[in-house]
């Protein structure tokens, strides 16, 4: 995992109590539409479970449609992560909602995740915007919101370069 985080990235570009931006870079060795299809079809292969609902990331998945569903199933239903607002198969998928513990507050997110030939692979630039309201202000999830997104793209990383996250 050492060797994965240095060729990883992430930053919190912006904070404020009302919202924060994130910015997380992984440079992948395989071509961005295989970086692409793992991100959407093998979801539940590669994202911690430890940051389900559920608690087992197979109950994971993205639906590749205008308003797909990032759902995941939980005991006796269903919850709506994050929806697809824009989708170009191999370079660009953009989702939007209120995923993890935003689901409860008055906020959303909107991730947009880009997917680009580099060097030896594709470098995945992943930008995650949160906007809304939260009695302690949002800014005091950034930092630990961006460690997770950073761990979870670099098991993607590791999960297509090694078969394993």
Not at 85 to 94: K, R
Request: proline fraction near 4%; hydrophobic fraction near 40%.
């Amino acid at each position: 995992m050492v060797a994965a985080a240095i060729q990883a990235g992430a930053a919190v570009t912006d904070s404020s109590p009302n919202g924060f931006t994130l910015k997380v870079t992984v440079d992948i060795k395989a071509a961005p539409g295989i970086v692409y299809d793992n991100v959407v079809k093998n979801i539940g292969r590669w994202w911690d479970p430890a940051h389900t609902f559920s608690g087992d990331s197979a109950n994971l998945s993205i639906e590749e449609k205008a308003l797909g569903c990032f759902c995941e199933k939980v005991k006796g239903g269903m919850s709506r992560n994050m929806q697809v607002i824009y989708f170009v198969p191999g370079e660009t998928l953009v989702m939007t909602g209120a995923p993890g513990l935003l689901r409860d507050m008055a906020a959303t997110a909107t991730m947009s995740i880009g997917f680009t030939a580099a060097e030896g692979g594709t470098r995945v630039s992943v930008t995650y915007a949160v906007g809304g309201y939260s009695p302690a202000g949002l800014d005091k999830l950034a930092r630990e919101v961006d460690g997770v997104l950073l761990t979870q793209f670099t098991r993607l990383k590791n999960f297509i370069e090694n078969g394993k996250p």
